[in-house]
């Protein structure tokens, strides 16, 4: 007696043509998604930052009027939150300050990973005398306090925006080198390098074209923390005195600022330290879901 066995339709226990394997672009895009707090987090950010875009169409009054008769108001319906010593309109002036602590934070990353990046990357891959001379005056840097380092630069320079992003941009110069100069170190040794050097790459071609790419998610999620403490770097001189000069002011000199009148008025310290404070934790949360949406991906059992 012959067996009839059932045959599998056509195309049974195949993948459809149409699946296609991940990219890592949406991978990262997947995953982050599921770190709901960082995506909080990133809205935070994009509304803190459309809110310092728009300044000039959401500001209700001029940030540099003064009207002294109008002097250390409480919130109320004309100056939502309140006027400053000056009579100065408290809300406009916070869209105006979140201009100058954003770009600032952006300046001195910036700054920071222009001189860190590219020395980490020559330190990592070339190795030898390069890699000892620029570790030591890495480690010499970062033996020194950052606030004590940045405040000696700016009083080598001028007490102004742009001297404060430079001296955050030096302090963070070495942590990038750091970070970079690891991360070359590991990709140096992989397979794809050495088939590189084989068929006569150099290694400025090597190094910008393998190594880097490669060594970019860390640089990622260090980025993302240093805008946060960027601003908290920008605030420090600021509320020192050092940093952004009247009549220009950002988050730090709002705050160092308002604190002679704090009994009075308290409202003139709260408001720009809850904004330092809610921008600063955001990027920090950021930080933190991008670091876990890069990282290995953990596979949880179903219930």
């Known amino acids: 007696m012959t067996t009839i066995r059932p045959t599998a339709a056509p195309g049974a226990g195949e993948q459809p043509l149409t699946d296609r394997p991940e990219s890592p672009r949406q991978r990262f895009v997947r995953r ?25 169409l959401l500001a209700t009054h001029d940030p540099d009027t003064q009207v ?11 100056h939502w939150f309140g006027t ?25 990353t910036a700054i920071g990973i222009a001189l860190g990046v590219p020395l980490g990357l020559a330190a990592g891959y070339l190795r030898g005398w390069v890699d000892v001379v620029l570790s ?27 001297s404060a992003m430079i001296a955050i941009g030096v302090v963070y110069a070495p942590q990038f080198f750091r970070l970079t100069r690891a991360s070359t170190l ?6 794809f390098i050495e088939a590189a050097r084989s068929v006569g790459g150099t290694s400025r071609a090597i190094i910008t074209g393998h190594v880097l790419p490669n060594a970019l998610s860390p640089l990622v999620v260090q980025i993302s923390l240093a ?3 960027a601003i908290l770097f920008e605030a420090s001189i600021s509320f020192l005195g050092l940093g ?5 002011s950002s988050w730090g000199s709002m705050l160092g600022r308002s604190t002679r ?6 409202h003139l310290v709260l408001i720009p330290g809850l904004a330092i404070l809610v921008t600063v934790l955001a990027f920090n949360v950021i930080g933190d879901g991008v670091r876990d949406s890069l990282g290995r991906e953990i596979r949880r059992p179903t219930q």
Do not use: H, K, W
């Open 227 to 229: 805008m946060g403490f």
């Open 32 to 56: 982050f998604r599921r770190e709901r707090p960082a995506v909080v987090a990133f809205v935070v950010v994009v509304l803190v930052a459309l809110a310092a875009l728009l300044a000039p």
């Open 186 to 191: 590991a990709v140096r040794e992989e397979t």
């Open 68 to 78: 002294l008769a109008d002097r250390l108001q409480a919130p109320n319906g004309e």
């Open 136 to 162: 030591r005056i890495a480690d010499a840097v970062m033996s020194i306090p950052a606030l004590l380092l940045a405040l000696a630069i700016v009083g080598i320079l001028e007490p102004d925006l742009t």
């Open 244 to 248: 952004v000069q009247p009549p220009d």
């Open 84 to 108: 400053d010593d000056l009579g100065r309109d408290v809300y406009s002036r916070l869209l105006y300050a979140g201009r100058i602590s954003l770009l600032a934070a952006v300046q001195a």
């Open 261 to 266: 009148f704090f009994e009075q008025s308290p």
